[in-house]
C-alpha cells in the first residue's frame, strides 16, 4: 500500500516511519512535516494510506482531508483524543494518540490491509456449482428472514 505521512513533529514521522519500514505491504512515499508537499503528492499519486497529524501550524489535518478530492485510507495521528468524534465522521479509518504503540499501530495498518485487499478482491467470485432451475408451480412456500430467502419446493424441474 503506498503511504503518506503527515505530521508538523519530525520526532513522529521518525517513529512512524520506523514503524512503516517494519511491515512488507507498506510502502513510504512520503514523510513530511510540511502539509503542502503531501497535499500535492495526494493530488497526483495513487495513495492508498495517509497518516495525517491533526495540528499543523498552517492548515489542520481536518482541513486538508476535507480538500481531497480523491481520500485515501487515513489514520488520524495526534496528542489530543478530542478529534476523534470528528475524525470518525469524516470517515478516518482509525485514530491513534501520540505516543503512539506499535501494537496499537499494527492494529490500525491491519485493518487497512483488510479493507485495502477487500476493494482490490471485490469483484464477484463465480463458484462452479451447478445452476438447477425450477418451476415455479414446485414451490410449496417460500420463507423469508433478514437478508436470506429459503424455498421449499417439490422434486426438481
Given at each position: 500500500?503506498?503511504?503518506?505521512i503527515i505530521d508538523d513533529e519530525?520526532?513522529?514521522?521518525?517513529?512512524?516511519?520506523?514503524?512503516?519500514?517494519?511491515?512488507?505491504?507498506?510502502?513510504?512515499?512520503?514523510?513530511?512535516?510540511?502539509?503542502?508537499?503531501?497535499?500535492?503528492?495526494?493530488?497526483?499519486?495513487?495513495?492508498?494510506?495517509?497518516?495525517?497529524?491533526v495540528e499543523m501550524p498552517d492548515?489542520?489535518?481536518?482541513?486538508?482531508?476535507?480538500?481531497?478530492?480523491?481520500?485515501?485510507?487515513?489514520?488520524?495521528?495526534?496528542?489530543?483524543e478530542e478529534y476523534a468524534l470528528?475524525?470518525?465522521?469524516?470517515?478516518?479509518?482509525?485514530?491513534?494518540?501520540?505516543?503512539?504503540?506499535?501494537?496499537?499501530?499494527?492494529?490500525?495498518?491491519?485493518?487497512?490491509?483488510?479493507?485495502?485487499?477487500?476493494?482490490?478482491?471485490?469483484?464477484?467470485?463465480?463458484?462452479?456449482?451447478?445452476?438447477?432451475?425450477?418451476?415455479?408451480?414446485?414451490?410449496?412456500?417460500?420463507?423469508?428472514?433478514?437478508?436470506?430467502?429459503?424455498?421449499?419446493?417439490?422434486?426438481?424441474?
Open positions: 500500500m503506498n503511504t503518506i519530525q520526532p513522529a514521522i521518525k517513529i512512524l516511519s520506523n514503524f512503516v519500514s517494519k511491515i512488507p505491504f507498506l510502502h513510504l512515499k512520503l514523510a513530511t512535516t510540511n502539509a503542502f508537499e503531501g497535499l500535492q503528492l495526494l493530488n497526483t499519486t495513487d495513495i492508498d494510506l495517509l497518516f495525517l497529524d492548515i489542520t489535518g481536518i482541513e486538508l482531508l476535507k480538500s481531497l478530492d480523491n481520500k485515501p485510507k487515513v489514520i488520524f495521528t495526534t496528542a489530543y470528528q475524525g470518525y465522521e469524516l470517515d478516518i479509518l482509525d485514530y491513534l494518540v501520540k505516543p503512539i504503540r506499535f501494537e496499537r499501530f499494527l492494529k490500525a495498518v491491519n485493518k487497512a490491509h483488510h479493507l485495502h485487499q477487500l476493494g482490490q478482491n471485490n469483484a464477484p467470485q463465480q463458484e462452479n456449482k451447478p445452476i438447477i432451475r425450477l418451476h415455479i408451480s414446485s414451490f410449496v412456500y417460500t420463507f423469508s428472514h433478514s437478508f436470506f430467502m429459503t424455498y421449499f419446493h417439490i422434486g426438481y424441474s
